[in-house]
């Protein structure tokens, strides 16, 4: 576990949430692209919709790998509670 400093934790914190929100963005916009794009073309996949297919099954495996990417490369083990000393 890292022990950071008020500078280094907000910058720490700041930078986690910007890259959470870049991938939240990005699987939002998988979700909104592919379904407008798919839909109405009348194929299936799964007796179900291409573009549901795609559109959800596709954002899950974007956020899993994102996640995976984001833990290993961005998120750091720190203490969030500064140590009361006695």
Known sequence: MSKLN???LDKQ???EIKWTCVL???C???HI???FLL???GQFIWHMPAWF???VFGQGVIAIVGILLLTK???IDFDYDDEIEE
């Open 24 to 26: 939240t963005a990005i």
């Open 73 to 75: 490369k961005v998120f």
């Open 33 to 35: 692209i592919t379904a």
């Open 39 to 41: 839909n109405g073309n």
């Open 6 to 8: 008020k500078e280094q």
């Open 28 to 30: 939002a916009a998988w």
């Open 13 to 15: 914190i700041k930078k």
């Open 53 to 55: 297919v795609v559109s």
